[in-house]
């Protein structure tokens, strides 16, 4: 994003000496990327250009140090004081997600649909299902019965079984799915690829601009609630989803890959539901005790 933004003389700011980028500089090119026009409206994208500046940040100190004198002292990208956005991501509903497959697939963008229920079943951020997930990820001759599940950020992952015990199937729509779509990519590749063209999801940078924007597209079509986004129907609702069905919060934190009961904090959204279920069982509980304090 940083590198590919284009100067005022035309020039890609990728193509600039590293000594002629000051605080102030990287002040004013903040400002610049923080808000993006999309169908005519100016929408802001913090939490990506906070990224943007941190990877810069990062980037400047790890040359600085390998190359003394070749850049500048100081850091211009240190202590700009970033702030999170506080909005808090929007998590869709079991029927939601039902909602907005079926209207994604009648508008001919099954890939999509599948990838909102590759993110909803197996809690999977975008970027692992678009950019990471390839056909040997998905029951390989060494696994049959396994699905190769990506961390992004870490490019770690952990192999999730497709059946129990028994053989009976876990996910047996994504299944049938992934079946199809694996059939058609006998080469190898990506297994999510744009319907029509083949070509990958993201664009340059590995930004996923065009499944933002084709997502929003459907979720209007489908007369949903106009605050939810592709992410709402994958890690966010999916995360959310099993937390009210009972999983545990060990199971939570192998099953989406997080290192910290912190970071899966995110993830976790209020729930008035799963708020129910657990008053329930606190007043099971002291039902039961006093009935065992009865008969003693």
């Not at 059946?163 to 049938?176: D, E, H, T």
């Not at 609630?225 to 939570?252: C, D, I, K, M």
């Amino acid at each position: 994003m940083i590198c590919e933004y284009i100067l005022r003389d035309g020039r890609r700011l990728g193509t600039r000496r590293a000594s002629s980028i000051d605080t102030a500089f990287v002040d004013q090119l903040f400002e610049k990327l923080l808000f993006k026009e999309v169908d005519g409206k100016k929408i802001e994208r913090r939490t990506t250009v906070n990224h943007a500046m941190k990877t810069a940040r990062t980037a400047w100190n790890t040359i600085s140090r390998a190359h003394p004198g070749l850049f500048p002292p100081r850091n211009p990208f240190e202590r700009m004081g970033l702030q999170s956005n506080s909005r808090e991501t929007p998590h869709a509903t079991f029927p939601e997600l039902v909602a907005f497959r079926a209207k994604a697939i009648e508008m001919g963008y099954s890939s999509l649909a599948s990838g909102a229920l590759i993110g909803w079943e197996l809690l999977q951020r975008e970027a692992h299902i678009f950019i990471r997930f390839t056909t040997e990820h998905y029951r390989p001759p060494s696994r049959p019965d396994h699905v190769y599940v990506i961390n992004y950020k870490t490019s770690t992952g952990s192999w999730e079984p497709l059946f129990n015990a028994k053989g009976k199937a876990l996910y047996p729509l994504l299944i049938a799915e992934l079946d199809a779509m694996k059939e058609l990519r006998p080469t190898g590749g990506l297994m999510l690829r744009r319907d029509g063209s083949s070509l990958p999801w993201f664009g340059k940078g590995e930004m996923l601009t065009q499944v933002q924007r084709i997502s929003k597209k459907i979720i209007l079509a489908a007369g949903l609630r106009p605050e939810l986004t592709f992410t709402s129907f994958g890690r966010h609702g999916g995360t959310t989803e099993a937390s009210a069905s009972g999983l545990t919060e060990t199971q939570l934190m192998k099953k989406g890959q997080w290192s910290s009961t912190k970071a899966m904090a995110n993830y976790l959204h209020d729930d008035e539901e799963a708020k129910q279920d657990a008053q329930m069982k606190r007043i099971k509980r002291r039902a039961r005790q006093a009935r065992q304090a009865k008969g003693k």
